[in-house]
């Protein structure tokens, strides 16, 4: 009898053994023989669509604009092949993100790859181009087709100058232009000299840092398309001692090029004309800083258009490369059409910029032209020459006189 | 029968042997199907958890503003995408550590009082680590304050301001003109200090921009700035400590000072005067500098996703009109211009001594180049220092205590960094000993060091001699033309001095009526030092008493250092 119970409980241990392997390799191999008999398999959840993440390199003067546009446009839940669509914008000088692309610092941990890039000028765009050309073979940014770099908004750069300084420059040159700011920067009495108040001490010009803000690199080449009143210039007029010395006279005048030299007209506005009289900057940041200025300081500001004009154009431009894949492309060209639209592009109306879309008027109800006309605002700009894009060599040029000349003074 | 019993137990065994072989196989089996049926699919790591608490730096004088802002950001209770709370944590510091903490990657943001720092610091990471990518990432601003010339407004007056514009040059014609006249500004560590130095340099150079290193180096430039430095009471570790000790000690003997403009305001109301302001902030005619209190974050390798993410709320807090609002509330201007500062709430008023249609003119800010020379030739301009460190060595001091005190002291003496700079060194317990006689540190730096490791604790504690014995040493030498003060540390009561503390006190006080100014910096070291001894012979010299302890003392002396 005992010999039997043992046997019994041997094969009752061997039975349940057995039992566990049969259901755990059954389970395991359910789906492979459902699949092969052709039955539906076990149901499982089906897996949400991955979103395409769009991240957009963004020139500063847009990207207040472009991340409300972004925000917007995330909320409505825009999606491409069934795919939900996410854009980031990261804000960035243009100077900085070409920089940027040239030394391969995109795509690091925790910073994924660009899917596009707003810069601040379509020359920009060709300088990296240029780099990738040497590097890769080919263009990393089109230029023409589907992916093309498309021009978003556009501002012009104007001088936005004190208006009490203004009319005592007014009075005493006529006209402001380069020449004129180049005289008043240089009067050794400051503003008295000029018929100006003591108090008001020297003539302060305002010019971003060239290192930090695309838009010094811009005033720098609208003076010297004034110096040689011309629209297009060479690497041998930047070299000419002559207007090297007269545009260091000129860069005598600014306050400030250290890192308060990366903002420009939000320094006019915070620091009113302690730290500048005026200067030439983008329209679409005077206009936007106008009201401030009004708030902060009593004396509010002029805008006068220049003779030789000069502007940004912010296109957006997709990046080519195998770093990002196609659909996040496309995605991408999604933002873009969006950026584009009447609605959006009527939101750029209201921060100052010219809508790259012609369906939408300068001078509609919500126009900055519009409501600041009495401070010299104007919807079209009469009489002015369009300044040629300078070639690389040129901002080269320009770049190292900077940094040997002012930067270093 | 004993042998079917073992044969049955053998097989039983058995059988459990091979169940437990079947189960493990079994359970092999379902765990390739769990996997199979998660969700994440069986080959994905588990996501690790970055960091979510951003640590800030900044710098001493924003202490209210700060204190404020990022306990209301931490009261959010935001939290990261993957479930970390959002937080920011903070540590106070003079920009000069802030940098160098910065460099070891101790935070991954900072708030100086300027962005002059900003470029220092770039230019210092890029030296370190050869990187032509900037260590300064995103930068904004929420807040700014000019820098002025705080002066008590019978002073102000007595030089006709406001009909009157004053200046730099006026302020420094006074003080040569005027032996009583008082004033002070921050040494080049803070930017105010750094500013109002490169205002001297300015007005030595005869300029009002485009200062160079030569106009810097120019031995007339350096004669004029050091003729002025010597009107310099002494210095100090920056406005924020200055302030808060004209609050608790009174207006004493100075007459001006610089500082941010929202610390006239802070001053003014913490002091409550119902007859107009007590300070009054002048806008120095020649022009002044900004401080634009950057919050900058840093792009140091280890900075995480979610770190990023609490700086991009943080910065969003701080610029939303409520938060702005606050700013303003401080005494700041906030960078937000459709606040304006002459609304209702606005404190910036006459009443509270402050303009807010000035400054009219700024002086140019020079290249990070020449700014660095400032700072460097500015310790052979500032006013000399002639120094005597007193230390108890009692028997109270064994241990842990004396330990600490001389680590101080060594701190104390490495951060001085002059070698024209007089220490000397006096201990006291029993009796008084000079340890280290006083000279130029270039000539004792290292006999000092030597003579602060062999400071040993036993016997009575003979503070007021130890302090009559420095004084009068001070007196002897008769050095006007430098700043002259000692420091004293005791932990505990006077009781083997031969010298009474009515007679020490006279004896100050007619001193430095009659001969030369000796100011007495008195550290309590521990709850056991007598407060009231000390603060009777800080009061008659001019100084000040601070507490230290064994965790403290160390820091205390550093910040004394900067006195000098």
Redesign the interface.
């Known amino acids: 009898m005992?010999?039997d119970r043992?046997?019994l409980?041997?094969f009752v241990?061997?039975g349940?053994?057995?039992l566990?392997?049969v259901?755990?390799?059954g389970?395991?191999l359910l789906?492979r023989i459902t699949g092969s008999l052709g039955l539906s398999p076990m149901p499982?959840?089906a897996?949400a669509a991955e979103t395409l993440e769009v991240r957009v390199v963004c020139a500063l003067p847009v990207e207040p604009w472009v991340t409300e546009a972004a925000k917007q446009f995330n909320a409505e839940g825009h999606t491409l092949e069934g795919h939900p669509i996410h854009v980031e914008i990261v804000?960035m000088d243009g100077l900085t993100a070409k920089?940027?692309y040239e030394?391969g610092?995109f795509g690091t941990e925790?910073s994924p790859y660009p899917t596009a890039w707003i810069p601040d000028s379509r020359y920009l765009v060709e300088l990296v181009n240029a780099t990738y050309k040497d590097l890769r073979g080919r263009d990393v940014f089109l230029t023409d087709g589907e992916y093309r770099a498309r021009p978003i908004a556009v501002s012009l750069f104007a001088w936005g100058i004190y208006a009490t300084r203004e009319k005592v420059l007014r009075e005493k040159y006529g006209e402001i232009d380069w020449h004129a700011i180049h005289d008043a920067a240089t009067a050794k009495g400051g503003w008295p000299e000029l018929g100006g108040?003591l108090?008001?001490?020297?003539f302060?010009l305002v010019v971003p840092n060239p290192n930090k803000n695309v838009g010094g690199l811009a005033a720098m080449v609208a003076a010297a398309g004034e110096y040689y009143d011309k629209n297009i210039i060479g690497v041998e007029d930047v070299m000419d001692p002559a207007f090297q010395a007269w545009l260091g006279e000129l860069m005598?005048?600014?306050?400030?090029?250290?890192?308060?030299g990366?903002y420009s007209v939000e320094n006019l506005?915070?620091?009113g004309?302690?730290?500048g009289d005026g200067g030439q900057l983008l329209e679409s940041d005077l206009l936007v800083?106008m009201?401030?200025?009004q708030?902060?300081?009593?004396d509010p500001l002029v805008i006068v258009y220049p003779q030789y004009v000069t502007w940004f154009d912010f296109p957006f431009t997709v990046w080519m490369g195998p770093e990002t894949t196609a659909q996040e492309k496309n995605a991408a060209l999604e933002f873009e059409k969006y950026l584009l639209s009447p609605e959006v592009q009527q939101q750029a109306l209201k921060r100052g910029l010219r809508p790259a879309n012609p369906d939408v008027p300068l001078d509609g109800p919500d126009s900055l032209f519009v409501k600041w006309q009495s401070q010299g605002a104007k919807v079209v700009v009469p009489r002015a020459t369009a300044m040629r894009s300078p070639d690389r060599d040129v901002l080269d040029a320009l770049l190292k006189w900077f940094d040997r000349n002012v930067?270093?003074? | 029968m004993r042998r079917k019993q073992t044969s049955g137990t053998i097989a039983v065994l058995a059988g459990l042997l091979i169940l437990l072989v079947f189960v493990i196989i079994g359970c092999c089996s379902c765990w390739g199907v769990l996997n199979r049926l998660a969700p994440s699919g069986g080959e994905t790591p588990m996501p690790v958890r970055s960091q979510a608490t951003l640590r800030l730096a900044y710098s001493p004088e924003k202490e209210p503003l700060l204190s404020e802002l990022v306990t209301g950001f931490n009261a959010l209770g935001l939290t990261t995408p993957d479930g970390q709370p959002m937080t920011v944590e903070t540590v106070q510091l003079e920009p000069d550590a802030m940098i160098q903490g910065a460099l070891s990657g101790d935070f991954q943001a900072i708030t100086p009082d300027s962005s002059i720092w900003l470029d220092q610091l770039d230019r210092a990471w890029q030296e370190q680590t050869g990187s032509e990518s900037p260590l300064v990432g995103q930068t904004v601003r929420y807040a700014i304050s000019p820098i002025v010339i705080a002066m008590w407004a019978d002073v102000a007056q007595g030089m006709g301001y406001p009909a009157q514009p004053v200046g730099w040059l006026d302020l420094l014609a006074r003080a040569q003109s005027d032996p009583n006249f008082g004033w002070s500004h921050p040494s080049t560590t803070t930017a105010s200090g750094l500013l109002a130095t490169l205002a001297e340099f300015y007005a030595g150079a005869g300029k009002t921009r485009g200062l160079t290193e030569e106009d810097v180096q120019r031995q007339s430039t350096l004669d004029y700035v050091a003729a002025i430095e010597k009107t310099v009471r002494y210095y100090g570790e920056g406005e924020w400590a200055l302030v808060q000790r004209l609050l608790s000690e009174g207006r004493g003997d100075l007459d001006a000072f610089v500082c941010q403009e929202q610390l006239v305001i802070y001053y003014n109301r913490q002091a409550g005067s119902s007859s107009g302001p007590a300070l009054v902030a002048v806008y120095p005619k020649e022009g002044s500098l900004w401080e634009d209190h950057p919050l900058a974050l840093l792009e140091t390798p280890d900075l995480t996703a979610n770190q990023r993410l609490v700086f991009s709320r943080f910065v969003e807090y701080l610029q939303s009109s409520e938060t702005q609002a606050r700013v303003l509330a401080h005494g700041y201007r906030p960078t937000d211009l459709s606040i304006s500062l002459s609304g209702p709430d606005s404190p910036f008023t006459s009443d509270l001594g402050v303009d807010p249609a000035q400054p009219q003119t700024a002086l140019q800010v020079p290249s990070p180049a020449v700014v660095q020379v400032v700072q460097d030739v500015w310790w052979y301009t500032k006013r000399h220092t002639n120094v005597y460190l007193v230390a108890d060595t009692s028997g109270s001091m064994e241990g842990e205590k004396l330990e600490s005190a001389q680590e101080a002291l060594r701190i104390f003496v490495e951060q001085i960094k002059g070698d024209v700079e007089r220490v000397g060194l006096i201990e006291f317990a029993s009796d008084v000993y000079d340890v280290v006689e006083m000279d130029e540190l270039g000539r004792n730096r290292e006999k000092l060091m030597a003579g602060i490791d062999g400071l040993w604790a036993g016997g009575d504690t003979s503070l007021l001699d130890g302090v009559k014995v420095a004084y009068d040493r001070l007196q002897e030498r008769g050095d006007t033309e430098r700043i002259n003060a000692i420091v004293v540390m005791t932990d505990g009561l006077e009781n083997d001095s031969v010298i009474s503390l009515y007679e020490l006190i006279s004896r100050i006080k007619e001193g430095n009526a009659r001969g030369v100014r000796v100011v007495v910096f008195c550290i309590a070291y521990g709850d056991d030092a007598d407060l009231n001894t000390l603060r009777a012979i800080a009061e008659a010299s001019g100084g000040d008493v601070r507490r230290g302890d064994p965790e403290t003392i160390r820091q205390l002396y550093k910040i004394l250092s900067t006195y000098f």
Do not use: H
């Open positions: 005992t010999m043992t046997r409980t041997f241990i061997i349940v053994a057995v566990v392997v259901c755990g390799v389970i395991s789906p499982t959840p897996p804000p920089g940027r030394r610092e925790g108040n108090e008001w001490g020297y302060k005598g005048a600014v306050t400030d090029f250290s890192s308060l990366a506005a915070l620091f004309y302690s730290m800083n009201q401030g200025i708030t902060r300081w009593a930067a270093q003074r």
